[in-house]
């Protein structure tokens, strides 16, 4: 789609992970409009995606919710005001990068768009231009959104998801005091959104301790809310460990897992940024979607789809394994 569009927009009213997975699609579309100002319509929590990627997306366009879509409570009287601004906007391109369609594709028809271009069920949703695939199931959530821009003819040569860290970033990283030098702790992450998607803590506290008999320190981080799950991770472990729980930021988090020896976690936005970061990492998929959701480089990161096998002998060698590879065993450790 060779035209020199000014006005773009991308519906993704998701949550870090998922964004995160974007970020090759919105590196792509910058590099193919450099001079266009990129809107991303999301929910208010993605204010600070967008500035931390303000060098791709111009503007966050705060969405009021949708019935049907279960990110957050559709605001219905704000829900009309929104749909006034967006087809006031009259954007040039519309991207549903939202998912499969069938609950948002007419609700982006309505903002009446140059062009809306997106995904679709199969045998459902024909749009005027062509501009609309089917949806990709099997494909990488990574590359599902490459391949929709391929549809527009924009080149799409950079797979890696990437998470900027700025000097604030380290400020608040220093104000948690982690007493422990670079590279010699481990980061455990054992909450996500929705309990059926944890581990169960037994085999986080297990595993912690496992790493923790090599001399690793551990360091166990949630948000606001996981209290409980940390608190119960801590109270199987053998080895003592610090209880970050609802003290880091977005930004000290990310610093956090960059000077750590490895994570361990559930599949959630904090393992995306580990991947993004290039730390080792070791992820627990309850969702049964690994091809979907897990890291690329599998020489750093091993997901483990635990609904097809509860095999925590094969995590234990993947932790060792990875620990081994990636960076001798330092000095003092043992």
Not at 5 to 27: E, M, N, S, W, Y
Not at 109 to 118: E, H, N, Q, V
């Amino acid at each position: 789609m060779k035209r020199d569009f000014k006005k773009i927009a991308v519906f993704r009213a998701l949550h870090l992970g998922d964004l995160l997975c974007t970020t090759p699609a919105f590196r792509a579309l910058r590099q193919h409009y450099p001079d266009a100002h990129i809107s991303l319509i999301g929910l208010p929590w993605a204010s600070a995606f967008q500035s931390r990627f303000a060098k791709y997306i111009d503007e966050l366009i705060l969405f009021p919710g949708y019935p049907g879509l279960p990110e957050q409570i559709p605001d219905e009287e704000q829900f009309p005001v929104f749909m006034e601004n967006m087809r006031r906007r009259q954007f040039d391109l519309l991207l549903q990068m939202q998912g499969n369609g069938t609950i948002v594709n007419e609700l982006l028809s309505g903002m009446k768009a140059g062009f809306t271009a997106g995904f679709r069920p199969d045998g459902d949703y024909a749009d005027d231009n062509n501009l609309f695939i089917h949806y990709p199931e099997t494909l990488h959530e990574i590359d599902r959104h490459l391949a929709l821009l391929q549809q527009l003819g924009i080149a799409t040569p950079n797979r890696m998801i990437e998470f900027p860290v700025t000097d604030k970033d380290q400020d608040e990283y220093n104000k948690l005091h982690i007493p422990y030098g670079e590279k010699r702790f481990i980061v455990v992450h054992p909450g996500s959104k929705g309990s059926w998607r944890r581990w169960p803590a037994p085999y986080f506290a297990a595993l912690a301790d496992y790493v923790a008999d090599t001399g690793f320190k551990v360091i166990i981080t949630g948000v606001a809310g996981e209290e409980d799950i940390v608190q119960e991770v801590i109270s199987y472990m053998r080895y003592p460990a610090v209880n970050l729980c609802g003290k880091t930021s977005l930004g000290s988090m990310a610093v956090l897992l960059q000077k750590s020896r490895l994570l361990i976690s559930n599949c959630t936005g904090v393992a995306h940024i580990a991947s993004a970061l290039q730390t080792p990492s070791i992820v627990i998929s309850m969702d049964g979607e690994p091809h979907r959701w897990g890291a690329l480089d599998d020489n750093l990161h091993y997901t483990h789809d635990w609904t097809t096998s509860k095999n925590y002998d094969r995590i234990l060698h993947k932790t060792d394994s990875l620990l081994l590879r990636t960076m001798p065993v330092l000095a003092g450790n043992r």
